[in-house]
């Protein structure tokens, strides 16, 4: 079983920038993707980046030219570097695999999610 914990949330000013990690461990197979979700409170979890063990990323339009997903396939490990924060980005962020081909984004126990609050 694949566990994941996050990290690297916190409190940041709008149009500063933070550096998220996950980490996944537990499971003797190779993921073929990783992403990375956040859920604002009153919202919808929802899908902001994706990469493959490829390296195919796509993003949601929300984020797309502020956010960059990279990874780790080694150690099955992937990151999120957020510039230009905005407000609307707070949320929890969590990340979640896509374990195989044919499945889907989110198909591991979800994390702890941290934390990220743009104020001024």
């Known amino acids: 079983q694949v566990q994941l914990v996050e990290s690297g949330g916190g409190l940041v000013q709008p149009g500063g920038s933070l550096r998220l990690s996950c980490a996944a461990s537990g499971s003797s197979f190779s993921i073929y993707a990783m992403g990375w979700f956040r859920q604002a409170p009153g919202k919808q979890r929802e899908l902001v980046a994706t990469i493959t063990n490829r390296g195919t990323r796509n993003y949601a339009d929300s984020v797309k030219g502020r956010f960059t997903i990279s990874r780790d396939n080694a150690k099955n490990t992937v990151f999120l570097q957020m510039n230009s924060l905005k407000p609307e980005d707070t949320a929890v962020y969590y990340c979640?695999?896509?374990?195989?081909?044919?499945?889907?984004?989110?198909?591991?126990?979800w994390g702890q999610g941290t934390q990220v609050t743009v104020s001024s």
């Open positions: 979640n695999t896509r374990r195989y081909y044919y499945s889907n984004y989110g198909d591991s126990n």
